[in-house]
Structures are given as structure tokens and as C-alpha cells.
């Protein structure tokens, strides 16, 4: 007879096709039923944090939800940071656990759901009669608001009988958010009608635009106005026409390309929140600009938005185009027409020559090559992310760790698509949380070659997923180690200040050998020509290759631009 944790495997499995977790008392009988009662996979991790990090970026590279489990206690406080994070980054997911007996905590057991209240997670605790309905609830919510929910199963409930497993309804997805009411409209007409009288309007999209599928309404409504376009850190992709994007906005961005963003006169930002770091600290638009908003969000982010619409991106990126269309009156295009077919036409005031062909958008997006070793005789970074940079496989995902070290591939390492590109750790400024993305984002993208870029900092704190990772993506999955020896972003920030550097520094560490240790391959990267191993690599097969360690041993006396703003901001 089922028991309560198969009756909560078996209903995550007909929604869920992945779980995340380090096995142990609390959770033991649900992972026997995902193992011997469903087609769920299991991967096992060596550290709780690591499960929800592979959850998450689980997720981040496949848009599905995907669960993860650890035990109660000690296995669950050890999966908050992550836990945080991805509420932080609005990742939908289901934290399984075990949780303290009905007849009260023991000396081991903590107040669960109140730690997972404090970091933003809501608790759903199964019963003996409701653990299938209790299961859908949870992931609906999940789903609904766009974070993670914990599942707990008390540990005197976990192996009772519950009877046969009861057909639960399917969770409910919410449909996208339609711009309502005359306001709105009346906004649309407004960004409408701006857009069309720019002389230099100025598109931005962010990672909300991409999870709402509007990459090619955008690309007709940004051929449809003339206008350049750009992207948030997480939206790099979005807009399918390279030839006028100016990359990533912020401290990431080219100094060329946030000049010409300073020069639009009307600017409209679809599924981005604006934070400090998109906006250059309140920096990337002019005085001038007039800046509209479109996001699920229930009110503007920022000061600096003049005008707001709360809607789906996709949605209100069809309706501008529809709009734009309409005003052509009699030779406006055939109304069977797709916005894609009709974006030939530029519907503008701005002249025959649009902005974005008067302008060098291709030098505008250009970052410094650097020099191939750094006044202390340690490699450049920026060379090297661009020799890097030339020698991954084109099908790279891309997962990042916090740190210093984030500006060199965010700036030097294009993707395609936001979801070849993921930053787990930064929405709550954390590290160590690389490695066992790589986890996540190979289950979900098999086919690929997952790339880790992390620093020896995080890279030493997460050591203990090295393992996972290379276990989950031999033959498919590299790492790039920023190794200054040091703490990067504190001895920038507080070093130069005067603070003492000794707490800042780390004893250079051999992460080839590392990566030997658990049947990986480390090089030890000095000089440019010691990446001719990446070469080769990325030329032999999946079956030929193990996971690839590359140990860089860069200066730290090179500061990434976006730290640099930083820097003057705190001074």
C-alpha cells in the first residue's frame, strides 16, 4: 500500500521530471518512491545547498520547474542560502523535506517553516490524508508566484499507508497578465505614439521579457520604430537582430554603447526591474530620456519611469505593434498579416535614415583586449576571457558564481539566448553556488556543453559539488577558475580603502589537481598558449573528453569596469 511520501512522489512526478538531493532520514522513504515508482530522475548531490542551487538553475536553463529534497535538521538549514536566492531571483521550485514529528520537536529539530518564512518561502505541510492534494498546492503556488515553496513530510508520517493515490487535479497554470482597463490603454497609446515620434528611441529588455516568450515582438517592434536595443545582464539575447543591440546594460556594458543609451529620447523597458545595476546607479538614461515600464510588477521600479503599464511583455510588445500598424491608416499592412511579416516597415517621424544606422553600433559595443599578462606577471583577465571566449563551443551554457570575476564573461562571452547565460548567487549577493549549478543545467540541457566560470573563492566554498559536477557532466561540461588568491570584490572595495587585506586573501589553490582528485582534467592556465587545451578539447567528442578544469591564475590588479562603478559609488 502507498505510503504518505509515495503519495507525494508519485503526484510531483506527473509535473516534476527532475530531484535534486542529498539522501537522509527525513526524506528517505520519498526517495525510495521516486526511485522505484516513477520516471523521476534523481541526482544525487554532496551538499543540501547544492540541491536547490541544481533546482534552480535546473529551471533557469530549461524554463521547468524541477524539485529538491535533503533532510530535516541540519540538512535543511544547510539549504537557506540557496533557498534565499532563489526566491530572491523569482525561481519557481519544490524543496522536499522531512520535517520534526506531529508529537512535537525533538532535540535536532528546528522551527522550519519559520526559517523558511524569514528567507520568503512558504510551507506546505502534508497529513496522512492529504499528502497527493498538499503536493499540487504547492507546486501551483510555486508556479503562480514565481518562487520556491517547501513541502515538508513530518517524520511520523512519512512511511504510513495513505491507500491508493487519488487522481489530484493538475496545478493551475496563470495565464499571462493582458494590459486591462483604460489606463492602460490609454499608457499604449502614449508609448505608441512616442515611439513613433522618437528621433531616438531606445528598446531594453530584461529576463521577464524572455520567460514571457516576447523575443520576436520585440525584434518587430525594434524594426518596426528604428530604435537600438539592449538588454538586461539576464536578458542577453532577447532582441533576434544583433546588428543594432548594444549588449548589456549596466556595469557590464560598453562604455560606447551606455553613451549612445544616454543620447535616446525615449526609452521603453519591457520585463526588467531596474535595479542599481541595470541603471548604472541611477546613470544609464539622461536627464531628458522619457522612460516607460512594462512588467508584471504592480507599480513602476524605478524613479526615473514617467510611464507605467502592468502587463505581460509579450502581450504589450504585440499591442504597441498593433498600434504602430494601425497608424499607417490606408497603407497600413494587410490585417492577416503577422507582426513579424509587417516589422519591413519602419513607422517612424524620424526621417529616412533611421538612429540606429547613423550610428557604429558594432565599435559602440567593443571592451578593452587587455594585455596578455598584467603588470605583476599574472594573466590578464580580459585577454584571457577573450581567448576563452574564442575557443568554447558555440552550443555553450553558461552558469556563473558570484564574485569579482562575473564582469569578464558577462562582457566578454556572448550567448544566443537568456538561457545560456545564468548567474545563480547574485540576486542575494552570495558564492559558492557553481559548481553544483552545473548540475542543474546539464540535467536540463543534456545535449550541451555546460560551462562553469566561478572564482577560487566560491569555487572552494561549493568544493564539495566539484564532484557532482563532474560526475553529472563528464564528457559535456568545463569550468573556468578565476584564481587571484583572494577575496576580489573585497580587496577592491575595502583593500584600496585601507582596511586589512589579510582576512581578503586565500592561499593560491591548485584546482587542477582538484579536479584530477575526482577523475576530472585540471590545467594549470599561466599564459595564453596554455588554453590551446581548451582547443583540442572543444574539438574531440563527448565520449573522448573528461570535464575540463581550466585553472587561471590571473592578476588581481585588474578590476572588472562594473566593480569600478562600484567603487565610486561607496567612495
Known amino acids: 500500500m502507498p505510503t504518505v511520501s509515495a503519495h507525494v512522489a508519485l503526484t510531483l512526478a506527473q509535473h516534476i521530471d527532475h530531484v535534486f538531493g542529498v539522501m537522509g532520514n527525513g526524506n528517505a522513504y520519498f526517495l525510495d518512491a521516486i526511485e522505484k515508482q516513477t520516471d523521476a530522475v534523481f541526482t544525487a548531490v554532496r551538499h543540501e545547498q547544492g540541491a536547490v542551487v541544481a533546482a534552480d538553475a535546473h529551471f533557469r536553463a530549461s524554463g521547468r520547474i524541477a524539485a529538491a529534497t535533503s533532510t530535516y535538521g541540519a540538512g535543511f538549514t544547510n539549504t537557506l542560502t540557496a533557498l534565499a536566492e532563489a526566491v530572491q531571483a523569482h525561481v519557481p521550485l519544490v524543496l522536499v523535506v522531512g520535517d520534526e514529528p506531529t508529537s512535537g520537536p525533538r532535540p535536532w529539530d528546528v522551527d522550519q517553516i519559520a526559517m523558511a518564512s524569514a528567507v520568503g518561502a512558504?510551507?506546505?505541510t502534508t497529513g496522512h490524508a492529504d499528502a497527493a492534494a498538499t503536493t499540487v498546492i504547492a507546486i501551483e503556488h510555486a508556479l503562480t508566484y514565481r518562487v520556491p515553496v517547501?513541502?515538508?513530510i513530518p517524520y511520523d508520517v512519512a512511511s504510513l499507508e495513505a491507500g491508493p493515490v487519488?487522481?489530484?487535479p493538475a496545478p493551475r497554470i496563470p495565464t499571462p497578465l493582458a494590459?486591462?482597463?483604460?489606463?492602460?490603454?490609454?499608457m499604449l497609446d502614449q508609448i505608441a505614439h512616442a515611439l513613433q515620434s522618437a528621433e531616438r528611441p531606445f528598446l531594453l529588455a530584461g529576463r521577464g521579457a524572455w520567460l514571457s516568450g516576447a523575443s520576436a515582438p520585440l525584434g518587430a517592434l525594434a524594426e518596426a520604430t528604428g530604435a537600438l536595443t539592449a538588454s538586461t545582464a539576464l536578458g542577453r539575447g532577447v532582441f533576434p537582430d544583433t546588428r543594432y543591440d548594444l549588449g548589456v546594460t549596466?556595469?557590464?556594458?560598453?562604455e560606447g554603447a551606455m553613451e549612445l543609451i544616454r543620447q535616446a529620447d525615449v526609452a521603453v523597458v519591457f520585463g526588467a526591474s531596474l535595479n542599481q545595476f541595470t541603471m548604472r546607479f541611477g546613470e544609464l538614461f539622461a536627464p531628458g530620456t522619457r522612460v516607460f515600464q512594462i512588467d508584471v510588477a504592480p507599480a513602476a521600479t524605478h524613479a526615473h519611469v514617467g510611464g507605467y503599464v502592468r502587463a505581460d511583455a509579450r502581450l504589450a510588445a504585440e499591442?504597441?505593434?498593433?498600434?504602430?500598424?494601425?497608424?499607417?491608416?490606408?497603407?497600413?499592412?494587410a490585417a492577416d498579416t503577422s507582426a513579424e511579416e509587417a516589422a519591413g516597415t519602419r513607422i517612424s517621424g524620424a526621417g529616412t535614415q533611421s538612429w540606429r544606422e547613423s550610428v557604429d553600433v558594432a565599435s559602440a559595443r567593443t571592451y578593452a583586449e587587455g594585455d596578455e599578462l598584467a603588470a605583476d606577471g599574472r594573466l590578464d583577465p580580459r585577454s584571457a576571457a577573450r581567448r576563452i571566449a574564442e575557443l568554447l563551443p558555440e552550443d555553450r551554457v553558461v552558469v556563473s558564481d558570484g564574485g569579482h570575476f562575473i564582469g569578464w564573461a558577462n562582457m566578454y562571452w556572448p550567448v544566443t539566448a537568456p538561457d545560456r547565460m545564468m548567474m545563480v548567487g547574485t540576486a542575494f549577493q552570495s558564492i559558492g553556488q557553481g559548481w553544483p549549478s552545473i548540475v542543474g543545467a546539464t540535467r536540463a540541457r543534456p545535449e550541451q556543453t555546460i560551462v562553469l566560470t566561478s572564482g577560487d573563492g566560491g569555487g572552494l566554498m561549493a568544493i564539495a559539488d566539484l564532484e557532482s559536477a563532474v560526475r553529472a557532466a563528464a564528457g559535456r561540461g568545463a569550468a573556468v577558475i578565476w584564481n587571484d588568491a583572494a577575496y576580489g570584490a573585497e580587496v577592491n572595495l575595502y583593500g584600496l580603502k585601507g582596511l586589512a587585506e589579510g582576512p581578503m586573501l586565500i592561499p593560491e589553490v591548485d584546482f587542477a589537481a582538484f579536479a584530477a582528485a575526482v577523475g576530472a582534467e585540471g590545467v594549470v592556465v599561466r599564459t595564453l598558449d596554455d588554453l590551446d587545451r581548451l582547443r583540442s578539447w572543444a574539438s574531440e567528442g563527448p565520449a573522448e573528453r573528461r570535464f575540463l578544469v581550466l585553472d587561471l591564475r590571473i592578476s588581481g590588479t585588474v578590476i572588472a569596469p562594473y566593480q569600478e562603478e562600484i567603487i565610486r559609488v561607496n567612495s
Do not use: K, M
Open 122 to 124: 512558504r510551507t506546505y
Open 179 to 186: 494590459p486591462r482597463g483604460e489606463f492602460a490603454d490609454g
Open 166 to 168: 487519488a487522481e489530484a
Open 250 to 254: 549596466g556595469g557590464f556594458g560598453a
Open 150 to 152: 517547501v513541502l515538508a
Open 319 to 333: 499591442a504597441l505593434v498593433a498600434r504602430l500598424q494601425s497608424s499607417r491608416g490606408a497603407t497600413a499592412v
